[in-house]
């Protein structure tokens, strides 16, 4: 009786759980974190899928240590599995062949990312991409083996960041060359210190002048989810291709990196610190110039007449406006006292010298924060870091937004002209040149974007470090609030001059007779107005063109301080202001007489 009664207790315990508890669901299950090591075709096709989903995101979605090790152990795995097979998918070739040891000549295998890779008869053409294993290589493995088996894989790793290393996807043009990786494994053996190196050819058209392009493999003993290395491989650029020379048997793949050495990133930095200090120089005397002068000093015009000439004057009839209060004002005595009251109030009075010194301003810190953070490199905390990075990246999008901004008023004055009025004008320009890109950086560093950022040579040492976007986190951050931010407002700038040019000469063909030997005050004129609307910031799309421009641009690019603080002082110096203004003058009275 004690058995039937035991039983009976079981079975009840056994029934307990279901009738009185919900049976748990089983959650989606995600496949990019790689945690199966199952390799039949549906989870290769769920894993290939995870070369395109994981992104430079930081998310935790996808586990790419888990499925980096996945697809190096594939290998292995197709050695265990019959004697010989193919693998053809749109995302992997592979080939297992067996080969005899006792061989006099070496092994040919193509490697064309469309095909099974194949051995190449001898009588046969040689293939673009193709790879050479030479003989003595399987007469020096270990054991005597009459027979080893091979293990010939290309892999396409895609866009994510798979296979990519902390030190790729920077938004720098670095990457693997067509996404492609080749696999060659011999008998799951380890096989190092070959005396003669095996031969990888990869195909591909000349790459641009200021990158290059280094064989390497990948280094699982690197960090904690490996990382590209080139040693032990020697890199020849030939005209077909290029040829890797490897003393060692894993993955390889043929990387595409900027070429700046050390040498030429410490001549630019140098550069680049010079230029900025003496722009730095030349934006304080800006700002103190319209601190502490005045335009009426000297025997210059009328102020309200030289402001009245200014291409950049104040929005909806200023020249009216300043007549009107020139009329209620006392006549002046004698000494220039009264004259210089009414132009330091006229000056102040005026929003479009307060735009300069608010672009000047936006340059002079932003050089400031670049010469800090170049000087600091990666001293101090990362909370510190991160902190000058993102302080550098504000007052980056300040100066691209105030030179937006240059180029929206000198689209209102000379384009526009006519019914262009706002009330509180320059506050409104001032919260949208200082509080947008505030808001960008707020977005972008709770993301946890800023932090080291490393530039390597193509030898892959380090040659400058600071703090700016942090290695290893997503870079779509970095291309819309920079790279898309600055082509935005940079194209916008450009349409603007182009039309200001445009009517600067159709004025000048209309006024020709009269104005005979001006050249020289419109081509001032406009040089003046590309500084404000950033134009040597354009000369950054030049760079792939070779390393002078890259000189260019730093030379260029890191004086436009010196350039803005010239045509302030040109357009409010009285002795000045006639000179590269009439152009644009003649353009805003034949635009009012037009419209008349």
Request: glycine share 8%.
């Amino acid at each position: 009786m004690a058995t039937p009664r035991g039983l009976g207790a079981l079975l009840l315990l056994l029934l307990l759980p279901t009738s009185g508890q919900e049976k748990p669901t089983e959650g989606p299950r995600n496949t990019c974190l790689g945690s199966n090591n199952m390799y039949d075709i549906f989870n290769l096709n769920d894993k290939a899928l995870c070369f395109t989903k994981c992104r430079q995101s930081g998310s935790d979605s996808c586990n790419v240590e888990n499925l980096q090790r996945y697809w190096l152990n594939y290998e292995a795995h197709l050695m265990k599995e019959g004697l010989t097979q193919k693998v053809n998918t749109p995302f992997l070739k592979a080939l297992v062949q067996n080969l005899s040891t006792n061989t006099a000549e070496d092994f040919y295998f193509s490697l064309e990312p469309s095909q099974v890779p194949r051995q190449v008869m001898k009588d046969e053409d040689k293939p673009p991409d193709r790879v050479r294993l030479p003989k003595s290589l399987f007469r020096s493995l270990p054991g005597n083996r009459s027979v080893v088996r091979l293990a010939v894989t290309i892999l396409d790793i895609g866009p994510g960041t798979l296979f990519k290393g902390p030190r790729l996807g920077l938004g720098d043009g670095s990457g693997v060359l067509n996404n492609r990786l080749v696999g060659l494994s011999v008998g799951q053996m380890h096989v190092t210190k070959l005396a003669e190196p095996l031969e990888i050819v990869f195909s591909h058209q000349r790459p641009p002048p200021n990158m290059t392009l280094t064989c390497v493999f990948w280094d699982v003993t690197k960090g904690t989810t490996g990382d590209w290395s080139s040693e032990g491989c020697s890199t020849e650029v030939r005209p077909e291709g290029t040829v890797c020379c490897c003393d060692h048997l894993t993955f390889f793949a043929l990387l595409l990196r900027p070429t700046l050495d050390q040498s030429t990133v410490h001549i630019l930095t140098r550069i680049s610190q010079a230029g900025c200090g003496v722009s730095m120089i030349f934006l304080a005397f800006t700002i103190i110039l319209y601190a502490f002068l005045s335009p009426g000093l000297g025997h210059g015009p009328h102020p309200q007449q030289a402001e009245c000439d200014l291409p950049a004057g104040r929005i909806a009839g200023p020249c009216e406006r300043g007549l009107e209060r020139q009329e209620k004002l006392p006549p002046a005595p004698q000494g220039g006292a009264w004259h210089l009251r009414l132009s330091r109030e006229r000056f102040k009075s005026e929003d479009a010298p307060k735009i300069h010194v608010a672009l000047g301003g936006s340059l002079f810190l932003l050089n400031l924060a670049f010469l800090v953070n170049v000087g600091s490199g990666s001293k101090g905390s990362d909370a510190a870091c991160w902190a000058r990075g993102a302080v550098f990246h504000y007052f980056l999008l300040c100066a691209f937004t105030w030179m937006g901004l240059e180029a929206f008023h000198l689209y209102l004055l000379a384009v526009r002209v006519f019914n262009t009025y706002f009330g509180h004008y320059f506050l409104k320009l001032s919260l949208v040149g200082w509080g947008l890109p505030a808001l960008m950086v707020i977005g972008t560093g709770s993301a946890n974007s800023y932090g080291l950022y490393t530039i390597r040579d193509r030898e892959n040492r380090t040659s400058l470090e600071l703090c700016w976007f942090r290695e290893g986190t997503t870079m779509y951050a970095l291309y819309i609030t920079v790279h898309g931010y600055f082509l935005i407002t940079f194209l916008f700038g450009m349409v603007v001059l182009a039309l200001v040019v445009w009517k600067i000469f159709t004025l000048s063909r209309a006024t020709a007779v009269k104005e005979r030997g001006k050249n020289r005050k419109k081509v001032l004129t406009l040089l003046g107005l590309s500084s404000l609307v950033g134009v040597t910031w354009g000369l950054a799309i030049f760079t792939p063109l070779g390393l002078s421009t890259v000189y260019i641009f730093a030379l260029f690019n890191s004086l436009q301080g010196v350039f803005i603080c010239c045509w302030f002082t040109i357009l409010y110096l009285p002795s000045q202001s006639t000179t590269v203004s009439s152009s644009t003058a003649r353009l805003d009275q034949a635009h009012s007489a037009s419209q008349e």
